[in-house]
């Protein structure tokens, strides 16, 4: 999915203003009142809606964290979508050198740590050629604002211990898995490891998506119970196969139409329950009308609580 700029996105929300409920649910926390944050109390989105169909307003995944308001795919990011009030955030996840998980979206470390200062004679400054130890060096929190200087790209293992303890949810992209031999395995393992691969975790916490095809497969052959999303807008005519092997169409909003989301939802997905769509990346409340009217399951977005005020 697109990177967005911090300013922007804060502009954006900025101008559309924050705020509005959806439905309580049990658990549910006072939300953050700093800037960007919703208003109102112990507002939580209804968890389970991911995985599963079930009636109502679309589920909003907060993309990358809420990183509009924190460096993204951080545990700021998480902590903020979660006093927002948000139960599902998304994230990306490649392999180091040393085959150890990091929580990232570019293939390269450029854009949102410091490497080219720390590590200044490793062009192109790829995930794949740094180890984990090397990556924990980097600041991943100064490019998007001084209070963030000193935050850290975290591991799989981390990331996952902060979301356990925030009692959130999670849709983890596989990024880039052509560059990366047998990363499938790898997220098993350490979701194995970490207690999500158990009832609970699949049934209502735990989406795994991916724009390879293969790689979404291959997760569906080794652990045919978790639920799958691929990213992309196959054409009509190819969704039966995708159906085949995934549980959801995770698709571009300037891709779909209400033909194209009813086309979706005539068939089921590998699990034998309504094939679902969710779009990405909706940031404004325009947009977010537009999608909730089109009968989008999900959004994902970088302004969580925006997108909340605008279907709520």
Do not use: C
Request: no cysteine; net charge positive.
């Amino acid at each position: 999915m697109y990177a967005r700029t911090a300013t922007a996105s804060l502009a954006a929300a900025a101008l559309l203003g924050v705020g509005a409920l959806l439905l309580p649910t049990p658990g549910s926390r006072t939300p953050d009142t700093g800037p960007g944050a919703a208003t109102g109390t112990g507002i939580r989105t209804v968890s389970a809606r991911a995985a599963g169909a079930s009636a109502g307003p679309p589920v909003v995944f907060a993309h990358r964290g809420a990183s509009a308001y924190a460096p993204e795919n951080t545990l700021a990011a998480v902590d903020r979508a979660d006093r927002l009030g948000f139960d599902w955030v998304e994230n990306d996840v490649q392999l180091t050198r040393d085959k150890v998980l990091v929580v990232v979206h570019d293939t390269d470390l450029r854009r949102t740590t410091d490497v080219e200062k720390v590590f200044p004679g490793r062009a192109p400054w790829a995930v794949k050629q740094f180890t984990a130890a090397e990556i924990a060096r980097l600041d991943a929190g100064s490019w998007f604002g001084a209070r963030y200087a000193g935050t850290r790209v975290p591991t799989l293992a981390q990331y996952l211990d902060r979301i356990e303890h925030n009692h959130q949810n999670l849709l983890l992209e596989i990024k880039s898995p052509e560059i990366y031999p047998g990363i499938e395995k790898a997220t098993l393992r350490v979701l194995g490891r970490k207690g999500w691969l158990d009832p609970g975790h699949i049934r209502n916490r735990l989406v795994i998506q991916s724009f390879g095809a293969g790689s979404i497969k291959k997760v569906h052959q080794q652990r045919p119970d978790v639920t799958t999303g691929f990213l992309g807008t196959p054409a009509v005519a190819d969704l039966r196969s995708y159906a085949a092997f995934a549980d959801q169409i995770n698709a571009s909003f300037t891709s779909i139409g209400a033909r194209y989301v009813a086309a979706v939802h005539a068939l089921k997905g590998a699990h034998g329950r309504k094939l679902r769509l969710n779009t990405w990346t909706v940031n404004d409340a325009p947009t977010a009308v537009k999608a909730d009217r089109l009968g989008v399951d999900g959004i994902i977005t970088n302004t969580p609580d925006v997108v909340r005020r605008a279907i709520g």
